[in-house]
């Protein structure tokens, strides 16, 4: 008998050791990975390439760095650079990546760097694993514009950012927009940092260019925002407008209106909830 226990008790612990291990590989994680990307080689040899990182994993991600690897087209390594998202480092400003998150980024390689041998790339992320941040802003309503002047084509996103926390927000906000064509590839990236110090309920307005040098295939995009301590609701998105040249005077009366609207909602959604 004391045989039988001693081996009903080593197959517990066989079980439960087993058990432990399954529990710790299964364990929540975060899994930042390049989604989708171009690149462009200009008529100087500069070598661009705009793209999109995702959060893959179910935790979420800050400081998060890409690593780039070129290639010629005999698949030999040639060089490499890397890059951060704006935003993610500096004290508190770490841009944080929840779970199925996207956020843009760029590089820029220089043609000493061999970028005339350049075929193609490969990536590597790193990161680390962070903690969600509040929800404190919201963006009602987004633009993003193709606006003609002569033979030059830029593209801008525009658009009021809405305040959602019951204290004035006295920090820098970040505004990250991204550029689709029509297959879903992103072809272009736009950044801008701004202070805001936004009460309860108050609107701003965003405006700012995105880098693109396919301004024509632009289809569609996204708009999210981030702060050092909140976070968008949800990212913005929307179709592509063409502004002809005699219509860009347009953009700021709709703009302004934009804004309006989107405080009077947050004050009514406010006043609903309280």
Request: with cysteine; hydrophobic share 45%; net charge negative.
């Given at each position: 008998?004391?045989?039988?226990?001693?081996?009903?008790?080593?197959?517990?612990?066989?079980?439960?050791?087993?058990?432990?291990?399954?529990?710790?590989?299964?364990?929540?994680?975060?899994?930042?990975?390049?989604?989708?990307?171009?690149?462009?080689?200009?008529?100087?040899?500069?070598?661009?390439?705009?793209?999109?990182?995702?959060?893959?994993?179910?935790?979420?991600?800050?400081?998060?760095?890409?690593?780039?690897?070129?290639?010629?087209?005999?698949?030999?390594?040639?060089?490499?650079?890397?890059?951060?998202?704006?935003?993610?480092?500096?004290?508190?400003?770490?841009?944080?990546?929840?779970?199925?998150?996207?956020?843009?980024?760029?590089?820029?390689?220089?043609?000493?760097?061999?970028?005339?041998?350049?075929?193609?790339?490969?990536?590597?992320?790193?990161?680390?694993?962070?903690?969600?941040?509040?929800?404190?802003?919201?963006?009602?309503?987004?633009?993003?514009?193709?606006?003609?002047?002569?033979?030059?084509?830029?593209?801008?996103?525009?658009?009021?950012?809405?305040?959602?926390?019951?204290?004035?927000i006295q920090e820098g906000v970040n505004f990250y927009a991204t550029l689709y064509n029509s297959t879903g590839a992103v072809i272009g990236q736009g950044?801008?940092?701004?202070?805001?110090?936004?009460?309860?309920?108050?609107?701003?307005?965003?405006?700012?260019?995105?880098?693109?040098?396919?301004?024509?295939?632009?289809?569609?995009?996204?708009?999210?925002?981030?702060?050092?301590?909140?976070?968008?609701?949800?990212?913005?998105?929307g179709i592509v407008n063409v502004i002809p040249e005699f219509q860009s005077f347009l953009i700021l009366p709709l703009l302004t209106i934009a804004s309006?609207?989107?405080?009077?909602?947050?004050?009514?959604?406010?006043?609903?909830?309280?």
């Amino acid at each position: 008998m004391p045989s039988k226990h001693v081996l009903i008790t080593g197959t517990l612990i066989l079980v439960v050791c087993a058990l432990a291990c399954f529990c710790q590989l299964g364990r929540a994680s975060a899994n930042v990975v390049v989604a989708s990307y171009s690149s462009y080689r200009d008529a100087l040899n500069y070598y661009w390439v705009f793209g999109e990182v995702k959060n893959a994993g179910n935790t979420p991600a800050t400081n998060i760095t890409i690593n780039a690897s070129f290639y010629d087209s005999s698949d030999n390594f040639v060089n490499s650079s890397s890059t951060v998202i704006a935003g993610s480092y500096g004290l508190g400003t770490s841009i944080v990546l929840p779970p199925g998150a996207k956020a843009p980024f760029y590089l820029l390689v220089f043609p000493q760097s061999g970028t005339a041998n350049f075929s193609h790339c490969g990536f590597a992320v790193s990161f680390a694993e962070g903690f969600s941040k509040n929800v404190g802003f919201r963006i009602p309503i987004s633009f993003c514009e193709r606006n003609q002047t002569g033979s030059v084509e830029t593209v801008y996103a525009s658009g009021p950012i809405v305040s959602m926390v019951t204290a004035p927000i006295q920090e820098g906000v970040n505004f990250y927009a991204t550029l689709y064509n029509s297959t879903g590839a992103v072809i272009g990236q736009g950044h801008m940092y701004k202070e805001e110090n936004l009460s309860p309920s108050e609107a701003a307005a965003f405006n700012f260019q995105v880098a693109t040098f396919y301004p024509a295939q632009t289809a569609n995009f996204t708009v999210t925002v981030q702060s050092a301590n909140y976070s968008v609701e949800a990212e913005s998105n929307g179709i592509v407008n063409v502004i002809p040249e005699f219509q860009s005077f347009l953009i700021l009366p709709l703009l302004t209106i934009a804004s309006l609207l989107a405080a009077i909602l947050a004050r009514t959604r406010l006043i609903e909830h309280s």
